[in-house]
């Protein structure tokens, strides 16, 4: 792999977006074990001291990996400072307080992402930007949808949902963040339609996102499924009968081809392995821990049907991570439970 044409020279510098997320972090890992140097912001530097006193500790010591702080990423001109002299943008913070008012979530998370378009435009080192999407942006992951995925495709559904007139139920939280990610990505290519940047631009679109854990914030999220099913918990997760699951270091390795591959420009790249549900997982989890009581298997479980052409995807795991297909379902549960297990052995 270290005879493949990139588009950044290894020592480049990268911006990574709320490098202390669960998506992010992984980035930031891979960019910085392939030679690049990562800046990354974030909200309180205190909060995610972690990054550079534990998880990147040695890359923060040797001046590989540094901190901005970011509070409000929607202001105008808040990425003029952080963006120079960086080869590359990862863009992977988005809002994700799940508030069921759209108002409170949709514009913000549309400014941060032509915000930060702006600014590298601005700056002539930028060779690409990535947007982190969301396989809610392409379509309502649902039983009975029977949607193929293309280019084209766009989560409509869920923008008319999300924006119906007040009163905003509780339950409403996950269709405002489906609809922020369609709104935001859209702004995205609107962005590189009228402006015709000097750089690429690619966006990944990940379906559940499960795997190792780099913090042990990760594992406290809403996001932590599989912490749920560990622990038991299971009414949130009950709301999803079926999904497609993707571990999170495929999505960061697409992340990093995406960057730094030059044939890779205008791609959302779809990150969907295997089609499963929850009593899946909950099978692979009996066979690996035999010796652990488990919850019961979850009624009403069943197989998605929508579908998307995964051949580049799959293309550029090879070319970049010599990878052949996406890592399994039980690899990635295995790594999950692992990060689960060693948090709760320090607790």
């Known amino acids: 792999m270290s005879d493949i044409k990139t588009v950044i020279p290894p020592g480049s510098r990268v911006l990574v977006t709320g490098v202390n997320g669960y998506v ?18 974030v909200r309180d530097l205190e909060r995610t001291s972690w990054l ?8 923060a010591n040797n001046d590989d990996f540094e901190l901005v702080t970011i509070k ?9 400072s952080a963006i120079k002299g960086v ?39 930028v060779k690409a930007v990535i947007y982190t999407s969301s396989i809610v942006a392409t379509t309502m992951p649902m039983p009975g949808n029977t949607t193929h995925v293309d280019r084209n495709t766009w989560n409509e559904t869920a923008v008319q949902l999300a ?29 590189v339609e009228e402006k015709n940047p000097h750089f690429r631009v690619n966006s990944v679109c990940p379906a559940m996102i ?66 499963c549900n929850w009593n899946d997982i909950l099978a692979i989890m009996r066979k690996m821990y035999p010796q652990r009581q488990f919850v019961d298997d979850l009624p009403g479980m069943v197989k998605l049907s929508i579908t998307a052409d995964f051949t580049l995807p799959l293309a550029l795991l090879k070319k970049w991570g010599d990878q052949i297909g996406w890592r399994t379902l039980e690899q990635t549960v295995e790594d999950n439970v692992k990060s689960i297990q060693e948090r709760e052995s320090r607790t």
Do not use: C
């Not at 534990?54 to 890359?59: L, N």
């Open 24 to 41: 992010a972090s992984h980035v930031a890992k891979q960019l910085l074990a392939r030679g690049f140097k990562v800046r990354g912001t």
């Open 52 to 59: 550079v006193k534990d998880v990147f500790k040695t890359y």
């Open 72 to 80: 409000d990423f929607t202001a105008e001109g808040v990425y003029n």
């Open 87 to 125: 080869s590359a943008i990862a863009h992977v913070a988005s809002v994700v307080t799940f508030d069921p008012d759209p108002t409170t979530v949709v514009p913000q998370t549309v400014d941060a992402a032509t915000r930060i378009m702006e600014a590298a435009l601005k700056e002539p080192s």
């Open 163 to 191: 924006w119906a007139p007040p009163p905003h139920d509780a339950k409403q939280g996950s269709i405002v963040y489906m609809a922020s990610k369609v709104e935001a990505e859209k702004a995205v290519w609107k962005f």
């Open 210 to 275: 499960m795997g190792e854990a780099l913090s042990d914030s990760h594992l406290q999220s809403e996001g932590s499924w599989i912490k749920q099913l560990w622990d038991g918990n299971v009414s949130t997760l009950a709301g999803f009968p079926a999904t497609y699951h993707i571990d999170v270091k495929d999505v960061a390795l697409l992340h990093v081809a995406a960057i730094l591959d030059p044939d890779i420009n205008n791609e959302r790249l779809q990150a969907w392995a295997e089609n």
